[in-house]
């Protein structure tokens, strides 16, 4: 057993575990300390300040993400000067940007939006100065709009450090710093990989996911968990479905391995293969001039089992083969492979592992 | 894979052999650059292609394509000569050392020098690096299967890994990465032409008695044929009817002429997929079906880890799930096939096979569970060969270096390798129809070596003809040194650039995967 670690957080005497942070144990207890630039995943930085506490014998405030608890800690989430300091903090935040939540696609799952809310802030009491960037519309699956940027860092930390892809970096310190790839280029100028981590980490609108725009509030959005079809690792992610339709993809890092939340660029943007207008919808079978024509499934399936039936007891079980496949589901191809087995009466069933 | 995608990020040392991982399997990727970056793992590429991986690798050896098993076999020489394999470990779980030995001594580093290309102090460094490590784990992909002497690398491979105790510890291993999301799933469901469901042997009488009662029918002892056979039967005639589910064979298989060639001489093709191939082209009954959107299931990932697949939308029109239809097929042939739903199969699947019998749709609701699992209290495998190998004692297999089928010669001088891009999959018919990948990757492309686009006089973006002993396809050039000298690479996601047009479709004498990673070509300004 490690040992224990005692800390009071408003009043509650709590057990932490050493390494543990200030914001680490709260979680572990209930008690609420708002966040905006920490990211479980990566570093932690405690450069937003939203998540600042009183901490007993400390001259600041400090931030609760970043801090480490020490034996005997005193913490406050919860006094005047925390909750003045919070304001401020967003109010800027705020003032700092375009936040037209109207249009934006983020609304209803923004950090920004809900701090506001939950501070019951009506309006900055600063003015509002949005930096004017243009948005950036020249790919079709991430759109950002760096004027709902709070310059948290999380897309950058995320790139970094969970993909590993090393693409993004505070771009021209200062007044007008901001995040994006090397040179300020667009994502679809530099090394990005679309894998969308970024899109993921974002607590605003300011990275989206341009196939889901327009296309349901997320509020009227359905998740349903699966698993990507396209290679081995199998990664979890959440289909959102609005109106019958997929719209995108999310994912959910508390799925766990085998992604914990990360997807590429197929499993992330390359779903709306779905609704593609060639999608086959009716079954087509040849007719006498050796043109494919839609038919019935009764008529399609009626063929297939007189067809495999004469072919058997003319030239044998083994003169038909089947092919299964490695996009099927494992239900489809065991049954595959007991129709071949069981109804034709061969072993001659293979797929694509080889190639 | 012997091990888990998680314990990858914990292994000391990580050797990615044939794997371009961060664009084929991007997720594992990111794994492995974690454990470069931030644990401190150190990563050997051993790879004639500057893929992206070399960029946080501590050691890449840039081998000739094809002679992976004359590098593998290098570092074991020196292995022994040094004195760093796993003594107690070969002594108390292995056999056949001593052969291996006795062939491996030729090998010297200043040998396989000439035979690969790669520095013999490369070849030193990597050796040490790997064995002297606690947890090295290796992974490997298509670029070690797809040789005619991929057996060889694969069983090379875990020479390495068993000479130095690397098989059955965490976050080690021998880890192939499957390409296709369910490969592992289809091979473990008995899509094979050998084996039931767990690779239990149609040849075994015990195995087929307990098939024969499960299902209530005879079955044949008489292993089948696998894809490259049967489409050689179609093409002799001996082959008459073939059913695909869900495979564009037309695109991925070896020499497309002779697949063509085959497709059309047989007397019945029935095709079912989700859009119109160029296999359904050559269909008598073309069937629509649900993609994974659209029906309920598993799939089984790369390391063995069964997961679902949920129906989150209607298929489109009146497309049927494939399981639908086999049992609709079925019926008619008057072997009745009655299942509810997805899970009725899944039931009735896993009284069969022992490595899945113990995992249940409940139990997979919200993590999925790693075969084997024998029974549903078993928490599933994250790593394999714990305490003993499948077959009881490790076997070492002695294996000589062959070269590849085709080598370049005066007539076709360069070097030919194929495989994936990030933003598309296998034969694209998906990713090609998804805006954003097509958008990234418009087009295919011939990536040619500097000094090789001088000498043929090509300019980037050029149009170029690649010609082979077996055909030509025409695409655009891209001046790059991530290939190396001598050697072109081109993908096969593309129907308009055919490459397996041109590609060599001799075998591996055991696995039948074709020699896609090497032949002769000849390129010029189209
Ligand atoms: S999409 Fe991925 S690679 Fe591109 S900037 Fe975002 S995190 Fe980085
Ligand atoms: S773009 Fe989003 S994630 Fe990146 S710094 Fe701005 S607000 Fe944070
Ligand atoms: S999201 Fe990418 S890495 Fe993950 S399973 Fe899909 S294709 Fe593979």
């Known amino acids: ?355 | 894979m012997t091990n888990s995608i998680e314990e990858l990020e914990h292994a000391d040392v990580i050797l990615a052999i044939g794997t371009n991982t961060t664009e084929n399997h991007p997720v594992i990727g990111a794994v492995v650059k974690r454990a470069v970056r931030q644990r401190n793992a150190k990563l050997i590429v051993i790879d004639p292609r500057e893929i992206a991986l070399t960029k946080y690798a501590a050691l890449w050896l840039r081998q000739k394509p094809g002679t992976d098993v004359a590098v593998i076999n290098g570092l074991m020489n020196v292995i022994l000569s040094e004195g760093f394999e796993a003594k107690e470990y070969v002594a108390a779980r292995t056999e056949g050392f001593e052969a291996l030995k006795k062939v491996v001594e030729k090998y010297t580093p200043e040998y396989v020098e000439t035979i690969s290309g790669v520095p013999a102090d490369q070849i030193r460094a990597a050796a040490r690096m790997y064995a002297t490590a606690h947890k090295s784990s290796i992974m490997y992909a298509m670029g070690i299967t797809q040789h005619k002497t991929g057996t060889d690398n694969v069983k090379s491979l875990a020479n390495l890994a068993m000479l130095c105790g690397k098989v059955g510890i965490e976050s080690g291993g021998i880890n192939p990465l499957r390409g296709q999301n369910n490969v592992q799933g289809a091979c473990d469901m008995g899509c094979l032409p050998n084996v039931f469901t767990a690779y239990q042997q149609v040849a075994n009488e015990d195995a087929r008695t307990k098939f024969e009662k499960a299902w209530e029918v005879k079955l044949s002892p008489k292993p089948g044929l696998t894809i490259v056979e049967i489409t050689n039967g179609a093409a002799k005639g001996d082959i008459r009817a073939l059913w695909v589910m869900g495979e564009n064979m037309m695109l991925s298989d070896p020499d497309l002429h002779h697949v063509e060639e085959a497709l059309k001489k047989l007397d019945f093709l029935v095709v079912q997929d989700i859009f119109l191939t160029e296999t359904g082209r050559y269909a008598d009954v073309v069937l629509p079906v649900a993609c994974f959107a659209e029906k309920d299931g598993t799939f089984t990932n790369t390391e063995r880890r069964v997961q679902r697949i949920r129906k989150a939308v209607n298929a489109p029109g009146d497309a049927k799930t494939d399981w639908e239809i086999i049992a609709a097929v079925a019926d008619k042939m008057k072997y009745p096939m009655n299942y509810a739903m997805a899970e009725a199969i899944w039931e009735e699947m896993r009284q069969v096979t022992p490595s899945y019998a113990g995992i249940t749709y409940g139990r997979i609701e919200t993590a999925g569970i790693q075969w084997p699992c024998p029974t549903t209290d078993h928490p599933g495998t994250r790593y394999l060969h714990k305490d003993r190998f499948t077959r009881g004692l490790g076997l070492f297999h002695a294996i000589e270096y062959i070269p590849p089928d085709e080598l370049p010669d005066k007539e076709y001088p360069l070097c030919l390798t194929t495989g994936r891009v990030l933003y598309h999959y296998h034969t694209g018919t998906m990713t090609r129809r998804a805006k954003g990948t097509t958008e990234r990757c418009p087009e295919s492309l011939v990536e040619i070596n500097p000094a090789d686009a001088e000498k043929y006089a090509i300019h980037e973006g050029q149009m170029v003809r690649v010609t082979t002993r077996r055909g030509a396809v025409e695409a655009k050039a891209t001046i790059t040194p991530r290939s190396p000298e001598g050697t072109i690479f081109m993908n096969f996601h593309f129907h308009e650039v055919a490459t397996n047009l041109l590609t060599n479709p001799v075998l591996d004498p055991v696995a039948k995967i074709p020699e896609y990673k090497v032949c002769a070509v000849r390129i010029e300004a189209a």
């Open chain 1, 1 to 355: 057993m490690e040992k224990k670690i005692p800390v009071t957080i408003d009043g509650r005497e709590l057990q932490a575990l050493p390494g543990q942070t200030i914001l680490d144990v709260a979680k572990e207890n209930g008690i609420y300390i708002p966040t905006l630039c920490y990211h479980p995943l990566t570093t932690l930085v405690g450069a937003c300040r939203v998540c600042v506490v009183e901490v007993e014998g400390a001259r600041n405030l400090v931030a609760s993400c970043a801090m480490p608890v020490s034996p005997g800690m005193i913490v406050r989430t919860d006094t005047e000067k925390v909750l003045e300091a919070r304001r401020m903090i967003v109010e800027l935040i705020w003032a700092s940007g375009d936040h037209n939540c109207l249009m934006c696609e983020s609304n209803g799952m923004c950090e920004l939006q809900d701090l506001i809310y939950q501070m019951k802030i009506e309006k900055p009491r600063f003015e509002i100065q949005s930096p004017g960037y243009p948005v950036e519309t020249t790919n079709t699956m991430i759109m950002r709009d760096l004027n709902k940027c709070v310059l948290c860092g999380r897309c950058i930390r995320a790139c970094n450090e969970v993909q590993v892809n090393e693409v993004l970096d505070f771009q021209e310190r200062g007044s007008r710093m901001k995040v994006g790839p090397a040179f300020d280029s667009d994502y679809s100028d530099s090394s990005c990989v679309f894998c969308g981590e970024c899109v993921e980490a974002c607590p605003t609108g300011a990275i989206i996911n341009t196939q889901g725009r327009f296309a349901g509030r997320p509020w009227e959005i359905e998740k349903v968990r699966t698993t990507c079809t396209y290679c081995g690792v199998g990664c979890q992610l959440d289909l959102n479905i609005h109106d019958g339709k997929v719209v995108k993809v999310t994912t959910n890092r508390d799925y766990g391995t085998p992604n914990g939340g990360s997807l590429c660029i197929k499993g992330r943007f390359a779903n709306d293969f779905i609704d593609h207008p060639d999608r086959l919808k009716t079954p087509l079978v040849r007719d006498k001039n050796g043109d494919l024509q839609e038919a019935t499934w009764d008529d399609a399936i009626s063929l297939i089992a007189k067809k495999l039936a004469s072919i058997k007891k003319k030239h044998g079980s083994d003169s038909i083969a089947g092919l299964a496949s490695a996009r099927c589901t494992n239900e489809e191809n065991y049954l595959f492979q007991k129709f071949m087995r069981a109804v034709i009466g061969t072993n001659n069933v293979d797929h694509c592992a080889r190639l």
